[in-house]
C-alpha cells in the first residue's frame, strides 16, 4: 500500500515537473531588487505585461509621434527595439553614434510619456485617433539592442565613429582572456554612451570541427574551438561590457545552446545535429556554463541573457531516432537545457531567455516548407511557451513589407492579451517571465541609479518637438528616467582612439598573429630577409563589395590599395626609405582572369598598319604605304611576372563569389607565374580557408584572423620582420594537420612542478621539516602545467598523482585529480612511517618534481627533487606537413583500476619465526591425532607434510610479490607472509586429516561389512 502510495506521488511529480520548470520556486528569500520588481509586475495592466515581452525591429529612423514605431511603443506597449543598419535606422557615416543616441533618447521618451489612443477593439484594424490623451504611468525603460560582433561589416552593425574592434578568433588567438576583458570595456563604455543598452553577443559558439567554406562556417565569430577557453574568453570579454558600461549594458550570450557543429545557414534552414545532451554539456554547453554563475564574486562575467537559437538535435535525450522541435520552439528540449544543475540556478536567478529573429526564413519554412503562409500567432505562442521571455520580432513577414510586418506584430501581441485574460497558465507563465525582465531593467536603470554618463546631472533630453510639451511630465519613481537618456552634445567630439585603446588593440593585433606554415625555425631559410628597395612587391587583394543595406552604396571589404599605402606610409620614401614606390603595386582578385590562362603576345603596330600571322614568334605587318616586313613578336611583362614578392590578402574562399573561384584557379593553373617568387598569404579570415595542396605552393601563410585597420598594420609589420608571429591558431587546421585537442593536451617536454600545498622546499635537496604524523593528511600541488602552445591546459585534463614506499617497495594506489587554471591538487593521508615518493605525470608528460617525504618517528622531512634532464618529446608533425590525418579520438578521463600493490620482501627474521610456527603447528597436530588413536602414523605425518607444503608455498608467494598476495604485507605489513603460512597450513592440516578419517572409516567398512559382523 505504502510502496504504490510513493509511486503514485512519484509519476504525479514527474507529470508536472514541465510546468513547474516554467517558474521554479525560488530556493532562498527574495532579493530586494526581486521584491521591487515584483511590486511593479503587479501593478502592471495586461497591456503593459504583454508589451514588454517584445523585442521589434523597425525601418528608418522615425520615431515621432506619429511614426509606427511609436504607435508600437504606446499603444501596444513594447518593451524593445533591435537596431540595425541593415534596417536603415541609422548610417554608417562619422556622426552614425549620434544617430543611435539621438534614435535611443527619442524611444525612452516615447516609452516614458504614456501616451494612448483610442482602440476601442482588439482589432489589428483599429487607426490612431486624431486626438492623443496623456496620461501617467510607470516608466518602463526600452531595451535597445544591437550585434557589436567585431571585425566590422556584417557582423559588426556600426562601421563608423566606435572603434573598430577585431574579430572573436583574433581575440582567441592571442590566448589571453584579459584581452576579452579589455576589448569588452571598450565596447560597453561606447554602448553606454550611444544608449545601447542590450549587447546580443558574445557569440559563444565552439568550432570543434570547421567546415571550410561552408554555409554554415562560422568563420571568425568565435573565440575557437576548446570549450574551456570559449568559456574562459567569453567570461572575460562580458565582465569587461560590464565593468565598461558601468553595468548600463546587459550582456546576451549566443546562440545557446551553440552552433558550432551546425553544417548550415541558420536563417535560411533548420540544422540539425545528431548529439546528445550529454554531449552538449561537454562541448557546445561548456561555454554558456562559464558565465552562468550565481557566486556575487562572478557577478561581472556572468550574463544577463542567452539567445536561444534555431537549432534542432537528433538523439537529445537518447533516442538516436528522434529529433526535437528547433530549441528555440521546442517546450520539452528548452526546459530540459534550463533544468540542468550548472543552468538552473542561473535560471531561478533572473536569467532572462531571449529568442532568436523569428521571422527568419528557416521558421517560416519549418511551419511551412512551401513558404507560402506564416502563421504568427502560432509562432510567436510556440516560442513563448517554450521558455523564452523576450520574443524578437524581425522579418516578421512573408515579405519585406513593412505595413505588412506591423500588421503581423500588432496582431500577435493582440492575440497575447487575449490569451493572458483566458488562459490562467498562459497568465502565471507571462507573470513569470515579466518578472524577469523587469529586474534585468531595474539592475539597468532603477530609481538609485545614475546617469549613465557617471554624473550626477541631467542627461540632455530629447527635442521637445517630437512629443507634446504636457506629456514631458515624469512621474515614475521605480526607474531612473534621466539615467536612460545619454547626452548627445558630448559626441559631437566622440572619438575612440585614445591611448588605452590603441594599445589594445595593437596588442591584440601583434599577439593574435599566426605563423600557420611552415615551422618557425624553417622560416629563416625560406624568408632570410625582409622586402628591400629592390625587391618588387604586388599585392593581390580579395576586392569583394559590401553594403550595409540593400540601397545602401557599396564599399570594399578591403581596399584594393589598403596594404600598399600601409606599406608606402611606413616603408616608404617619406619614412625608412627601404621601399621603392614605383615598385609596388596592387591588383585585386578578379584582375587575376587574365592570368589562369597563358597570356597572348602582343606587339606595339604603326599607326595604319596590319598584321598578318605566321608560324613562330614573329608576323608579317604591312604599314599604311604598302611596305611589308617581318617583325618579333614582343609584349610587356606583367606586374605579376616582375615581382619577385606576391602578398595574397585572404578574407575566405566562399565557392559563391566568383572573385575566390578566380584565385583558385590561379594559384592551380599558373604555377610558371608562381615559379620563384616569394608568395605570402595572410588570412584576414579563418585560418583553415586552403587546402593542402595550396599550402605547398606559397613561402608562408599567416592567420591575422581580422581585417581592421589595425590588424591590417600588424600584418605588414610581421613581413617586415618588426616581430615575429607569436599567436597559434585557437581552432584545428586539418591541411596543416594542426589538431586543437593534440595542442591543448600537455606538453611532453615540460617539467612538471610539484609542491605541497605549503611549498616547504625552494631548493633541491634542503630538506624542510614538518610536524606529520601517522593519519595527518598531506596536500599536494602540481603545475602549472602547460600545453603544446605553451599555455595552461584546459580545466578537467587529468593529472595522475604517483605514491611508493621505494624502500619497502610499495607502490600505493594512483591517485587522479583534475586541473584548474592549470593546477592539480590531491591530497594524500599518512599511514605509515618511512620514506614517501611522490611524482605526477598528466598525458604524456611524464617528467615532474618528485616529492621526498621521510616520515620519522617524531619529526617529518621534505625535499624537493628536480630532474635535471628532460625526456625527449613525442614527435609531433610540422605544420607545414599538407597531409590531411584523422584527429585523435578525445580522451576521456576515466576511474583509475584498481592498485596493484608490489611486495617483494623476505627477511630470515620472518622465516625463522615462519619455521618456529610451521614446528609447533606439526607438533600439536601430532599429539592431537595421537590421542584420538583412530589414525595411523603414516596418515598423522602424511597429514602434516602436506600443510606443511602448502604454507611455505603461501610464505613464497607473499614472499616474491605473486599477484593477489600484495594486500596482505599492505594490511599486515612483514607478518602478513608468517600468517599467511601459518594460515594456510593449519587449513591444509585440517583438511588433511578429515580426508584421512574418511578414507580409513571406507577401508574398515569394505573389509568388515556392518551385517558380517556380530555383536
Known amino acids: 500500500m505504502i510502496c504504490a502510495l510513493m509511486m503514485f506521488i512519484s509519476v504525479f511529480s514527474a507529470c508536472l515537473l514541465p510546468a513547474q520548470a516554467q517558474t521554479p520556486a525560488p530556493t532562498s528569500a527574495p532579493s530586494a531588487l526581486t521584491k521591487q520588481a515584483t511590486a511593479i509586475v503587479r501593478n502592471m495592466s495586461p497591456q503593459q505585461k504583454i508589451g514588454q515581452l517584445f523585442m521589434i525591429s523597425f525601418p528608418g529612423s522615425d520615431a515621432f509621434v506619429m511614426s509606427d514605431v511609436a504607435d508600437l511603443i504606446t499603444n501596444y506597449r513594447v518593451g524593445g527595439v533591435f537596431l540595425r543598419t541593415a534596417n536603415q ?133 568565435v573565440f575557437g574551438g576548446d570549450p574551456y577557453w570559449v568559456g574562459q574568453f567569453g567570461a572575460a570579454f562580458t565582465a569587461g561590457v560590464h565593468v565598461g558600461a558601468n553595468n548600463r549594458v546587459a550582456v546576451i550570450a549566443k546562440h545557446f545552446p551553440g552552433l558550432g557543429a551546425s553544417d548550415r545557414n541558420i536563417e535560411d534552414e533548420i540544422p540539425t545535429v545528431q548529439k546528445s545532451l550529454e554531449q552538449l554539456k561537454q562541448i557546445e554547453l561548456a561555454p554558456f556554463f562559464s558565465v552562468m554563475s550565481v557566486d556575487p564574486k562572478l557577478q561581472r562575467q556572468t550574463v544577463d541573457g542567452l539567445l536561444v537559437s534555431h537549432i534542432r538535435y537528433r538523439g537529445f535525450q537518447g533516442n538516436i531516432r528522434a529529433n526535437t522541435s528547433p530549441v528555440s520552439l521546442d517546450p520539452q528540449a528548452h526546459q530540459a537545457l534550463m533544468q540542468l544543475p550548472e543552468v538552473a540556478p542561473w535560471r531561478n536567478a533572473g536569467g532572462v531567455t531571449f529568442s532568436d529573429v523569428l521571422g527568419v526564413g528557416s521558421v517560416r519554412r519549418f511551419y511551412d516548407p512551401l513558404d507560402a503562409s506564416f502563421n504568427t500567432r502560432r509562432i510567436a505562442r510556440d516560442a513563448f511557451l517554450a521558455g523564452n521571455d523576450v520574443l524578437v520580432l524581425g522579418n516578421f513577414a512573408l515579405t519585406n513589407s513593412w505595413q505588412e510586418q506591423v500588421a503581423n506584430i500588432r496582431d500577435t501581441i493582440q492575440f497575447f492579451r487575449l490569451q493572458y485574460v483566458s488562459d490562467q497558465q498562459f497568465a502565471a507563465r507571462v507573470d513569470a517571465a515579466l518578472l524577469r525582465i523587469i529586474s534585468l531593467k531595474l539592475r539597468l536603470y532603477g530609481a538609485s541609479s545614475l546617469p549613465a554618463n557617471g554624473s550626477s546631472g541631467t542627461a540632455t533630453p530629447a527635442t521637445p518637438s517630437i512629443l507634446p510639451t504636457a506629456t514631458l511630465t515624469q512621474t515614475s519613481t521605480a526607474f531612473n528616467f534621466n539615467a536612460s537618456l545619454v547626452d548627445t552634445s558630448a559626441l559631437g567630439v566622440f572619438k575612440p582612439t585614445d591611448d588605452v585603446t590603441k594599445q589594445v588593440l595593437n596588442d591584440i593585433g601583434k599577439q593574435s598573429i599566426t605563423l600557420l606554415s611552415p615551422a618557425a625555425r624553417e622560416l629563416p631559410s625560406l624568408l632570410p630577409a625582409p622586402p628591400g628597395k629592390d625587391d618588387s612587391i604586388v599585392f593581390i587583394t ?251 591546459v584546459p580545466d578537467g585534463t587529468p593529472v595522475q598523482f604517483i605514491l611508493s614506499y621505494p624502500t619497502e617497495r610499495v607502490d ?49 622531512q621534505i625535499e624537493t627533487i628536480r630532474p635535471t634532464v628532460q625526456p625527449s618529446p613525442s614527435p609531433v608533425p610540422l605544420p607545414n606537413t599538407p597531409v590531411r590525418v584523422t584527429e585523435p579520438p578525445i580522451v576521456v578521463a576515466t576511474p583509475a583500476p584498481s592498485p596493484v600493490v608490489r611486495v617483494l620482501r623476505a627477511s630470515l627474521g620472518s622465516f625463522g619465526l615462519t619455521l618456529l610456527g610451521m614446528g609447533v603447528l606439526a607438533f600439536f597436530a601430532n599429539v592431537l591425532s595421537r590421542k584420538s588413536r583412530r589414525l595411523r602414523a603414516s596418515n598423522r605425518w602424511r597429514a602434516i607434510l602436506w600443510g606443511w607444503t602448502v604454507g611455505w608455498l603461501a610464505y613464497a608467494f607473499v614472499a616474491m610479490g605473486v599477484p593477489g598476495t600484495n594486500q596482505v604485507a599492505v594490511n599486515f605489513g612483514w607478518t602478513g607472509g608468517v600468517l599467511l603460512a601459518l594460515v594456510t597450513a593449519f587449513v591444509m592440516i585440517l583438511i588433511t586429516f578429515i580426508i584421512q578419517f574418511a578414507l580409513q572409516y571406507a577401508t574398515i567398512q569394505k573389509t568388515f561389512p556392518r551385517n558380517g559382523r556380530q555383536g
Not at 510607470?138 to 559588426?156: L, W
Not at 591517485?815 to 599511514?831: N, P
Not at 611524464?846 to 621526498?852: D, G, P
Request: charged share 15%; with cysteine; hydrophobic share 40%.
Open 812 to 860: 600505493l594506489p594512483t591517485l587522479v585529480a583534475s586541473t584548474r587554471g592549470g593546477m592539480a591538487e590531491t591530497i594524500v593521508t599518512i599511514e605509515r612511517k618511512g620514506n614517501l615518493v611522490a611524482r605526477v605525470q598528466a598525458d604524456q608528460a611524464i617528467t615532474s618534481f618528485t616529492l621526498r617525504v621521510n616520515i620519522g618517528e617524531t619529526s617529518t
Open 542 to 792: 580579395d576586392d569583394r563589395q559590401l553594403r550595409d543595406c540593400v540601397r545602401c552604396a557599396t564599399y570594399p571589404a578591403i581596399g584594393r590599395t589598403a596594404l600598399q599605402d600601409i606599406v608606402l606610409n611606413l616603408y616608404g620614401p617619406r619614412t625608412t626609405g627601404q621601399i621603392n614606390p614605383t615598385r609596388v603595386s596592387s591588383l585585386g582578385f578578379s584582375d587575376l582572369a587574365d592570368f589562369t590562362r597563358s597570356n597572348t603576345p602582343t606587339t606595339t603596330l604603326p599607326a595604319g598598319a596590319t598584321i598578318t600571322p605566321t608560324v613562330g614568334a614573329s608576323a608579317i605587318v604591312t604599314d599604311a604605304s604598302g611596305i611589308t616586313r617581318t617583325v618579333p613578336i614582343t609584349r610587356a611583362p606583367s606586374p605579376i611576372e616582375q615581382a619577385n614578392w606576391l602578398v595574397i590578402s585572404l578574407i575566405d574562399l566562399n565557392a559563391t563569389l566568383k572573385s575566390n573561384q578566380i584565385l583558385r584557379d590561379f594559384l592551380s593553373q599558373r604555377a610558371d607565374l608562381l615559379r620563384d617568387k616569394r608568395i605570402i598569404v595572410f588570412s584576414f579570415g579563418a585560418p583553415y580557408l586552403l587546402d593542402a595542396t595550396e599550402i605547398s605552393k606559397i613561402t608562408a601563410y599567416y592567420g591575422v584572423y581580422s581585417r581592421t585597420p589595425t590588424s591590417l598594420e600588424m600584418a605588414v609589420r610581421v613581413l617586415f620582420g618588426e616581430f615575429p608571429a607569436s599567436g597559434s591558431s585557437p581552432v584545428s587546421v586539418a591541411a596543416l594537420n594542426y589538431s586543437l585537442l593534440l595542442q591543448t593536451a600537455p606538453d611532453p617536454a615540460q617539467v612538471i612542478p610539484l609542491v605541497t600545498s605549503e611549498n616547504l622546499t625552494s631548493t633541491q635537496g634542503t630538506p624542510a621539516p614538518l610536524d606529520l604524523k601517522i593519519g595527518d593528511k598531506l596536500k599536494l600541488r602540481a603545475g602549472p602545467i602547460i600545453d603544446r602552445n605553451a599555455h595552461v
Open 89 to 221: 535606422n541609422f548610417t554608417n557615416v562619422s556622426d552614425g553614434p549620434r544617430q543611435i543616441a539621438e534614435l535611443a533618447n527619442r524611444l525612452q521618451t516615447i516609452a516614458s510619456t504614456g501616451v494612448i489612443t483610442n482602440v476601442t477593439a482588439p482589432s489589428i484594424t483599429a487607426t490612431r485617433a486624431s486626438t492623443a490623451t496623456v496620461i501617467t504611468t510607470e516608466f518602463v525603460p526600452m531595451f535597445i539592442a544591437m550585434t557589436q560582433d567585431g571585425d566590422g561589416a556584417p557582423y559588426s552593425d556600426i562601421t563608423q565613429g566606435l572603434t573598430a574592434l577585431p574579430s572573436q578568433m583574433s581575440i582567441g588567438a592571442t590566448w589571453k582572456p584579459e584581452n576579452a576583458e579589455a576589448a569588452g570595456r571598450i565596447l560597453g563604455n561606447e554602448l553606454a554612451k550611444i544608449g545601447v543598452n542590450v549587447l546580443i553577443g558574445p557569440a559563444l559558439d565552439v568550432l570543434e570541427s570547421p567546415r571550410p567554406n561552408t554555409l554554415g562556417d562560422m568563420g571568425t565569430r
